[in-house]
C-alpha cells in the first residue's frame, strides 16, 4: 500500500473522531489545554490500536468479531446522543465544566469511532501493508484532526449556543448509525 492510500485511509478513519471533537467543543464550556490533549490522545491512540489489533484479527479470527463491534458503536454513540439531547432540552444553566470530556466517556467515544479501523485493519493484513507505519498514521491524523475538531466546536458554540447540545446528539447518534449502515446493513 502506497503513502498517499495511507493518508487517505487515515483521513477517513479520523473524520468520525473529528466529528464527536466538534460536538464535544460545541458543548462543552470550560475546555482547557489538558481536557483536548487529553481527548486528541485517546482519538489518536484508539484508532491506532484498534488498527493494529485489526491486523492481528485480520491473520487469525474471522469477520463475526468485527460485525459485533458496530453493534457495540451504535449503541454507545447513540446512548451518548441522545443523553446530550434530553440535556439541551432541559431548562438547567449550562453547566461550566468540561463534562464531554470525562474519562470515561472519552474512552467509550474513542472505542466507538475507532470501529472502523478495527475492520480496516483486518483489510490490511490480508494487503500485507505496513501496519506499523499505518497506525502511526491513523493515529496522528486522528490526533490532529481532534484538536482542530474542538477549537471547531468552540467556535460553532459561539455561534449557536445551547443548541449545541442538540446539534451534538445529533452529530453522535448520525454517526453511530452511519458506522452501523455502511458495515453491517449495507454488507
Known amino acids: 500500500m502506497d503513502a498517499v492510500t495511507t493518508w487517505f485511509i487515515a483521513l477517513g478513519l479520523a ?11 460545541a458543548v462543552a464550556k470550560a475546555i482547557g489545554a489538558w481536557h483536548v490533549l487529553r481527548m486528541a490522545l485517546m482519538f489518536g491512540v484508539f484508532q491506532a490500536g484498534m488498527l493494529l489489533l485489526g491486523s492481528l484479527l485480520g491473520r487469525t479470527v474471522s469477520e463475526q468479531l468485527t460485525s459485533l463491534a458496530y453493534w457495540i458503536a451504535l449503541f454507545v454513540l447513540g ?3 441522545v ?9 438547567k444553566k449550562p453547566k461550566q465544566r468540561a463534562e464531554g ?3 470515561g466517556t472519552l474512552l467509550m467515544l474513542a472505542l ?3 470501529v472502523d479501523a478495527l475492520a480496516v485493519g483486518v483489510t490490511m493484513a490480508f494487503m500485507r501493508a505496513d501496519i506499523g507505519v499505518a497506525a502511526a498514521i491513523v493515529g496522528g491524523v486522528a490526533f490532529g484532526l481532534s484538536v482542530i475538531g474542538v477549537f471547531a ?10 443548541r449545541g447540545e442538540l446539534i451534538g446528539g ?7 448509525v452511519k458506522i452501523f449502515v455502511e458495515n453491517v446493513l449495507l454488507v
Open 79 to 81: 446512548a451518548i446522543g
Open 83 to 91: 443523553n446530550m439531547i434530553l440535556s439541551g432540552f432541559g431548562n
Open 112 to 114: 466507538a469511532t475507532s
Open 101 to 103: 470530556m470525562r474519562i
Open 170 to 176: 445529533l452529530i453522535l447518534i448520525a454517526i453511530g
Open 15 to 25: 473524520m468520525d473522531a473529528f466529528a464527536v471533537a466538534v460536538s464535544n467543543g
Open 153 to 162: 466546536g468552540r467556535f460553532l458554540s459561539a455561534v449557536i449556543g445551547r
